[in-house]
């Protein structure tokens, strides 16, 4: 059973489209993440949410929204997508927000923006 | 700023040897400090983590150190094999934020027989 799991794996769109990510965990996690991975491999944190609220929000421009209906599932939009746009975004989970959990990542999205 | 630091470089060793991975970060005062492994087209994967006031960290032929004084975590993976070949990174919370994991640019790790 694969505990974080996030469609589709691989994203190969035109500048200016939509998209969304889906993620979802099945270890009864309250906390979800969304990170980005780019071209040199940084991985940095785009948003959280705990118990489907959203706790934590980077400065990610405004065309990125997330969305999370329950607390086992976190979906990322991205309205009017750039070339820059184009990374390796990674859904992750956690028991909590507050303890010193590690985290359960997804396999990765890999966008490409044409 | 906050910042971690991890040779970008990559590590290349013989098999059977002891590998070292250094993680160094600076206006931080972490609680604790994580370690994951990330092989290629994968997501990061947990391995250990260490709190502030424990000096060394062991699982199997993983040993972790964190000097708070020096502001540095090693990272040690003894009788190193060629399946140990991946990408590691470090990770830290940002001060207060516990829900805020910080992560460094990682080393690539190979193993070579």
């Known amino acids: 059973d694969t505990a974080v799991s996030q469609t589709p794996k691989y994203l190969v769109t035109q500048m200016g489209n939509d998209k969304s990510i889906k993620c979802e965990q099945n270890?009864?996690?309250?906390?979800m993440y969304w990170y980005k991975q780019d071209s040199k491999k940084f991985l940095k944190i785009m948003f959280s949410y705990n118990n489907k609220e959203l706790i934590i929000n980077e400065t990610v421009p405004n065309r990125f929204s997330p969305k999370s209906p329950d607390k086992a599932h976190l979906n990322l939009h991205i309205n009017s997508l750039e070339l820059g746009d184009s990374a390796v975004y990674f859904c992750?989970?956690?028991?909590?927000?507050?303890?010193?959990?590690?985290?359960?990542f997804g396999e990765g999205s890999r966008l490409t923006v044409l | 700023s906050q910042k971690i630091e991890q040779n970008s470089e990559a590590l290349n060793i013989q098999e059977g040897k002891t590998a070292t991975l250094t993680c160094n970060y600076t206006n931080y005062s972490p609680a604790y400090l994580q370690w994951y492994r990330q092989d290629p087209g994968r997501g990061p994967v947990f391995l250990l983590l260490?709190?502030?006031?424990?000096k060394e960290k062991r699982k199997e032929r993983l040993k972790v150190t964190f000097d708070t004084t020096l502001k540095q975590s090693l990272f040690h993976i003894t009788a190193s094999q060629p399946a140990d070949s991946a990408t590691y990174l470090c990770a830290l919370p940002y001060t207060g934020t516990a829900s805020k994991l910080t992560f460094g640019t990682g080393t690539r790790l190979q193993v070579t027989l």
């Open positions: 260490i709190r502030e006031n424990e």
């Open positions: 992750a989970s956690s028991q909590d927000s507050r303890n010193t959990g590690e985290l359960f």
């Open positions: 270890l009864g996690h309250d906390t």
